[in-house]
């Protein structure tokens, strides 16, 4: 192994990386121009068009892993995983937002969005736990969980749609709208998001592939590199777009692109299924995966509580206990899947 081929690979990591951070920024603040134009509120863009943006990296990493090396493990390690990832960066993005607990600034409406991602998260982890199938019921080569994710994906968006148009209206009756992007047209705003989500997801996708040969070079464990940090690299645009709007003051933006990446992340699982030819794609993943999918469901309950409880002060001065557990629980679901393996 050449020195300068050990070169071109860390090269290769910092410029993929450098693209995603630079115009994963640009995506947070033409995402919260869209938020504005279209009155669809930071919500809403957030649990739809960024949450989509942010988690095609791990749609593509996973389809990789079942259409080609077919190994379902890798696609379900990377998404749950990813979900663990996700609840994650609220600790983060609580670490960078000063006035206080970033999840008691955030609307109390992503509560919805949590609680169908807890139902979606423990639908998936009961589907790999159960691993017979159900006498007599039949979806060919298909699980019986792959409808229900997706239809509790579609469920999921038609709710919280619906419920931040009713929010909206109610607010619209009593205050007058802030203009805060006046000088910005929709069409230079969608023009401009399409471009830099373009580039992130370009960049994302390629960058699942440049980990691996880093995984290598470094002389990482293999199941290591694709459940721990080929995870860990496929949600960096959740973490710079959710950074970027949280310092940007668009909390409802960043807050609303992670638990849409998780319900996004889940319903994913039910794509891979479809793809996957071999049998029901959950059943043939390793048992110990569902671990995973119960630390998602107990960090996004965490999650819920801050939300509605609404601390006003971080407990530990630089973030919330709320924050603190969530960091702890990805910490030791790290730890864990490390010596499982």
């Given amino acids: 192994m050449t020195l300068t081929f050990i070169w071109r690979v860390w090269l290769q990591f910092l410029l993929i990386s450098g693209a995603i951070l630079i115009c994963g920024s640009r995506l947070s603040r033409y995402a919260d121009v869209l938020a504005e134009k279209t009155h669809l509120g930071r919500t809403w863009i957030g649990l739809t068009g960024l949450a989509v943006v942010t988690s095609l990296p791990e749609l593509t990493t996973g389809a990789s892993a079942v259409l080609w090396v077919r190994l379902p493990d890798i696609a379900v390690g990377n998404l749950l995983g990813a979900c663990v990832m996700n609840l ?39 589907a790999v736990m159960a691993r017979n199938p159900v006498p007599g019921i039949s979806l060919g ?20 749609y619906r419920y931040q148009q009713r929010e909206r209206a109610q607010y619209l009756k009593e205050h007058v ?55 860990a690299v496929t949600t960096l645009p959740e973490l710079v777009v959710t950074i970027s709007a949280v310092r ?4 409802d933006l960043g807050v609303g692109n992670l638990l849409g990446s998780v319900m996004a992340n889940v319903a994913m699982l039910g794509i891979m299924d479809l793809l996957y030819s071999d049998g029901p794609l959950l059943r043939a993943a390793a ?35 709320g924050a603190f557990v969530l960091a702890f629980l990805y910490a030791g679901n790290v730890l864990l899947q490390t010596l499982a393996r």
């Fill in 177 to 231: 709208e802030e203009v805060l992007y006046p000088d910005v047209s929709l069409k230079t705003a969608i023009l401009r998001f399409g471009m830099h989500a373009g580039v992130v997801v370009a960049a994302a996708v390629w960058l699942p592939r440049v980990a691996e040969n880093l995984g290598e070079l470094m002389g990482w464990h293999l199941s290591l590199v694709g459940t721990v940090f080929v995870a």
């Fill in 248 to 251: 940007l003051g668009a909390v």
């Fill in 141 to 160: 080569h298909l699980g019986l969980s792959t409808p229900v994710l997706l239809i509790c994906y579609l469920l999921a968006m038609r709710a919280t």
């Fill in 287 to 321: 048992p110990e995966h569902a671990a995973t999918g119960v630390v998602a469901m107990v960090m996004t309950g965490i999650a819920a509580v801050e939300l509605m409880y609404r601390p006003q002060k971080k407990a530990l001065r630089w973030m919330s206990l």
């Fill in 88 to 126: 994650a960066i609220l600790a983060v993005a609580d670490l960078v937002y000063p006035p206080g607990p970033v999840l008691s600034a955030a609307d109390r409406g992503h509560v919805l969005a949590a609680a169908f991602g807890v139902v979606m998260l423990g639908i998936a982890s009961l």
